[in-house]
C-alpha cells in the first residue's frame, strides 16, 4: 500500500487500524534510521521552508477560513498565521540553546562522575488539532515537535474542510511523507489513530475530550500534552480603568465569534461601577460592530459560529438563561440559516442557569455584579480550575490576593487573551484545564524526552558494592551518616 492511501480516511474502523498500524511502523522506522541526521540545521531548513510555505498560501489560508466559518482576513492573519510564524521565528532563534546537553550539578555523593541532561525526540508524535483556530493549532505544535526532532501525524477537525485542506498542501509540500503526515477524517478517524502506540500526542479541545485521550493514551503509555479549556472568569475591580478593561475584554470575547478557549467566558463587575460598565460595553460593541443588527450581520469582521449543533447548543443556553430570570441587555439576535449569533450581553444571572456551568465557547457575555471579593473567589474555586482568569484593577493588593487564592492555567492582567502571543511565557492549563505546556521553549520540551546521562569517572561506587564485608558495611555507615 502506498502512502497516499495511508492518509485517505478508511472505510471502515478495522481497515483504519490496520492503515495507521502501517503508517505509524514506517514512520517509527524512518525516524530511527535519521535520529542521528536530523540535527539542527536539518530542522531550522524544515522550519524555513514551513515559513516560506504558510507566507506562499497565506490567501489560500484566509480563503479557506472564509468559507469555513466566516472568518476576517484580517483576524486570520494575527490569529492563525502570525502566531505559527513567529513561533519559527522563535524557534530558530533560540534552537541551539534548546538543543544543547544541560550540565547536572555535582553533588558530594557523585563526586567523580560527570553528569548531563540531553534533549532528545519522542519519536512518532501525534497531534489533533480543533476547529477554532485551525491553522494555528495545528501548525504551531508542529513547530515545536519538529523542533526537538520528531516525526508527526497531524489530524486537523473535520469540521473546518477547506481549511483542513490547505494545511494538508502546505505539509504536503515542506515534508516527505513519512516525516510529517497529515491525516483527514471525522471522529472515527480520531478513535482509530488514538489505538496507535504514538510515543506522545499533543491534543487541543474540550476537557471531555481530553479525558477519552488521555484514557486511550493511557493504553498505549504515550505522554501527552493536553490544552483543554474551562470557564474563564473576568473580575473588574472598583478601580479598573474602564476604557482599557472595555476594550480589552470586547476583543478577547468576540473575536472569532467568541470562539476562543481563553476568551473571557463570564465578567464579575463591582457593583460600584456596574451600570456603567455594562454601558461602556454596549457602547464599545457598537463602535467595533455595529449599532444595529443589520450592520453586525453585515460586518465583515464579524466571525460565524462553526456550525449548526454549536448554533443550537447557544441558543438553548440563552433560552435557558432568559426562562431562569436572565435579561439580554444587548444583542440576543440569532440566525440558523447562517449561524449567525450577535454579540450578546446578558444581566441578572444566578447559579442555576446551564450558562453558569457550562463553557460558553461563543458570543455570549454575562455579567455578574459583586460587592465581596471573597464571594466571587469562593465561585471561582467552586469550579473546576479554567485555562485562563483575567483581572482588571489598578490596586494591587487586591490583584495579588486573587492570585494567591486561585489556581488557573494563566492569568492576564488588565489584558485578556495575549498571554498566548508571547513565546516566553508556557502556554497551558492545570488540571482539568490541561497537561502540559506549549509554546517556544515549553513546547520543545513537551515533545522532548530529556534523557539523563551519567559517566563514572573516578567516584567511589565501587568500594560500596557487595560483598558486604565489615569494611563495605562501615563505609556504607559513614557515607549514609556524613552524606545523607
Given at each position: 500500500m502506498g502512502i497516499a492511501e495511508i492518509l485517505k480516511p478508511a472505510g471502515s474502523?478495522?481497515?483504519?487500524?490496520?492503515?495507521?498500524?502501517?503508517?505509524?511502523?514506517?514512520?517509527?522506522?524512518?525516524?530511527?534510521?535519521?535520529?542521528?541526521?536530523?540535527?539542527?540545521?536539518?530542522?531550522?531548513?524544515?522550519?524555513?521552508?514551513?515559513?516560506?510555505?504558510?507566507?506562499?498560501?497565506e490567501t489560500q489560508i484566509t480563503e479557506a477560513c472564509e468559507r469555513d466559518f466566516r472568518k476576517p482576513a484580517s483576524e486570520v492573519k494575527?490569529?492563525?498565521?502570525?502566531?505559527?510564524l513567529q513561533e519559527i521565528r522563535h524557534a530558530k532563534r533560540h534552537l541551539r540553546q534548546w538543543m544543547k546537553p544541560r550540565r547536572a550539578a555535582l553533588t558530594l555523593s557523585m563526586v567523580g562522575t560527570r553528569a548531563r541532561v540531553r534533549p532528545e525526540a519522542k519519536g512518532?508524535?501525534?497531534?489533533?488539532?480543533?476547529?477554532?483556530?485551525?491553522?494555528?493549532?495545528?501548525?504551531?505544535?508542529?513547530?515545536?515537535?519538529?523542533?526537538?526532532?520528531?516525526?508527526?501525524?497531524?489530524?486537523?477537525?473535520?469540521?473546518?474542510?477547506?481549511t483542513s485542506g490547505v494545511i494538508a498542501d502546505i505539509v504536503r509540500e515542506v515534508f516527505s511523507p513519512l516525516h510529517v503526515a497529515v491525516v483527514q477524517g471525522g471522529i472515527e478517524t480520531s478513535q482509530s489513530l488514538l489505538e496507535q502506540p504514538f510515543d506522545h500526542i499533543f491534543f487541543t479541545g474540550s476537557p471531555a475530550v481530553g479525558k477519552v485521550v488521555m484514557a486511550a493514551a493511557a493504553r498505549n503509555l504515550s505522554?501527552?500534552?493536553?490544552?483543554?479549556?474551562?470557564?474563564?472568569p473576568t473580575i473588574v475591580g472598583p478601580g479598573a480603568n474602564m476604557r482599557k478593561a472595555v476594550q480589552s475584554i470586547v476583543w478577547g470575547k468576540f473575536a472569532n465569534n467568541g470562539q476562543t478557549c481563553i476568551a473571557p467566558d463570564h465578567v464579575y463587575v463591582h457593583s460600584s461601577i456596574a451600570q456603567e460598565f455594562e454601558h461602556a460595553v454596549i457602547t464599545e460593541i457598537c463602535r467595533v460592530y455595529g449599532n444595529d443588527n443589520r450592520d453586525l450581520k453585515a460586518n465583515p469582521d464579524y466571525c460565524r459560529i462553526v456550525n449548526a449543533r454549536h448554533f443550537k447548543r447557544l441558543h438553548a443556553l440563552v433560552k435557558d438563561a432568559r426562562t431562569k430570570g436572565g435579561e439580554i441587555a444587548f444583542g440576543g439576535e440569532f440566525d440558523s440559516s447562517e449561524n449567525y449569533i450577535s454579540p450578546t450581553v446578558l444581566r441578572g444571572m444566578n447559579p442555576d442557569m446551564d450558562i453558569a456551568e457550562k463553557e460558553l465557547f461563543g458570543p455570549l457575555l454575562p455579567l455578574i455584579p459583586f460587592d465581596n471579593l471573597d464571594d466571587v473567589i469562593a465561585r471561582i474555586n467552586s469550579q473546576p480550575k479554567p485555562l485562563a482568569l483575567y483581572i482588571f484593577e489598578k490596586d494591587r493588593g487586591l490583584i495579588d490576593r486573587v492570585i494567591a487564592n486561585t489556581s488557573t492555567g494563566g492569568i492576564g492582567i488588565n489584558v485578556t487573551v495575549a498571554q498566548f502571543l508571547h513565546p516566553n511565557l508556557p502556554f497551558g492549563g492545570v488540571n482539568n484545564s490541561g497537561i502540559g505546556a506549549a509554546h517556544g521553549e515549553y513546547g520543545f520540551r513537551s515533545f522532548s524526552h530529556e534523557r539523563a546521562i551519567l559517566e563514572d569517572r573516578f567516584s567511589i561506587l565501587s568500594w560500596l558494592y557487595p560483598p558486604y564485608t565489615p569494611r563495605v558495611r562501615r563505609l556504607i555507615d559513614l557515607v549514609v551518616r556524613v552524606l545523607g
Amino acid at each position: 500500500m502506498g502512502i497516499a492511501e495511508i492518509l485517505k480516511p478508511a472505510g471502515s474502523p478495522g481497515n483504519a487500524i490496520r492503515e495507521y498500524d502501517n503508517l505509524l511502523a514506517q514512520m517509527k522506522a524512518t525516524q530511527l534510521a535519521h535520529r542521528t541526521q536530523y540535527n539542527r540545521n536539518a530542522r531550522l531548513d524544515d522550519l524555513q521552508r514551513l515559513r516560506k510555505a504558510m507566507l506562499a498560501h497565506e490567501t489560500q489560508i484566509t480563503e479557506a477560513c472564509e468559507r469555513d466559518f466566516r472568518k476576517p482576513a484580517s483576524e486570520v492573519k494575527l490569529t492563525e498565521i502570525f502566531p505559527v510564524l513567529q513561533e519559527i521565528r522563535h524557534a530558530k532563534r533560540h534552537l541551539r540553546q534548546w538543543m544543547k546537553p544541560r550540565r547536572a550539578a555535582l553533588t558530594l555523593s557523585m563526586v567523580g562522575t560527570r553528569a548531563r541532561v540531553r534533549p532528545e525526540a519522542k519519536g512518532v508524535c501525534l497531534i489533533i488539532a480543533p476547529w477554532n483556530y485551525p491553522v494555528n493549532l495545528s501548525l504551531a505544535p508542529l513547530v515545536s515537535a519538529i523542533a526537538a526532532g520528531n516525526s508527526v501525524v497531524i489530524k486537523p477537525s473535520e469540521l473546518t474542510p477547506h481549511t483542513s485542506g490547505v494545511i494538508a498542501d502546505i505539509v504536503r509540500e515542506v515534508f516527505s511523507p513519512l516525516h510529517v503526515a497529515v491525516v483527514q477524517g471525522g471522529i472515527e478517524t480520531s478513535q482509530s489513530l488514538l489505538e496507535q502506540p504514538f510515543d506522545h500526542i499533543f491534543f487541543t479541545g474540550s476537557p471531555a475530550v481530553g479525558k477519552v485521550v488521555m484514557a486511550a493514551a493511557a493504553r498505549n503509555l504515550s505522554s501527552v500534552t493536553l490544552e483543554l479549556g474551562g470557564k474563564s472568569p473576568t473580575i473588574v475591580g472598583p478601580g479598573a480603568n474602564m476604557r482599557k478593561a472595555v476594550q480589552s475584554i470586547v476583543w478577547g470575547k468576540f473575536a472569532n465569534n467568541g470562539q476562543t478557549c481563553i476568551a473571557p467566558d463570564h465578567v464579575y463587575v463591582h457593583s460600584s461601577i456596574a451600570q456603567e460598565f455594562e454601558h461602556a460595553v454596549i457602547t464599545e460593541i457598537c463602535r467595533v460592530y455595529g449599532n444595529d443588527n443589520r450592520d453586525l450581520k453585515a460586518n465583515p469582521d464579524y466571525c460565524r459560529i462553526v456550525n449548526a449543533r454549536h448554533f443550537k447548543r447557544l441558543h438553548a443556553l440563552v433560552k435557558d438563561a432568559r426562562t431562569k430570570g436572565g435579561e439580554i441587555a444587548f444583542g440576543g439576535e440569532f440566525d440558523s440559516s447562517e449561524n449567525y449569533i450577535s454579540p450578546t450581553v446578558l444581566r441578572g444571572m444566578n447559579p442555576d442557569m446551564d450558562i453558569a456551568e457550562k463553557e460558553l465557547f461563543g458570543p455570549l457575555l454575562p455579567l455578574i455584579p459583586f460587592d465581596n471579593l471573597d464571594d466571587v473567589i469562593a465561585r471561582i474555586n467552586s469550579q473546576p480550575k479554567p485555562l485562563a482568569l483575567y483581572i482588571f484593577e489598578k490596586d494591587r493588593g487586591l490583584i495579588d490576593r486573587v492570585i494567591a487564592n486561585t489556581s488557573t492555567g494563566g492569568i492576564g492582567i488588565n489584558v485578556t487573551v495575549a498571554q498566548f502571543l508571547h513565546p516566553n511565557l508556557p502556554f497551558g492549563g492545570v488540571n482539568n484545564s490541561g497537561i502540559g505546556a506549549a509554546h517556544g521553549e515549553y513546547g520543545f520540551r513537551s515533545f522532548s524526552h530529556e534523557r539523563a546521562i551519567l559517566e563514572d569517572r573516578f567516584s567511589i561506587l565501587s568500594w560500596l558494592y557487595p560483598p558486604y564485608t565489615p569494611r563495605v558495611r562501615r563505609l556504607i555507615d559513614l557515607v549514609v551518616r556524613v552524606l545523607g
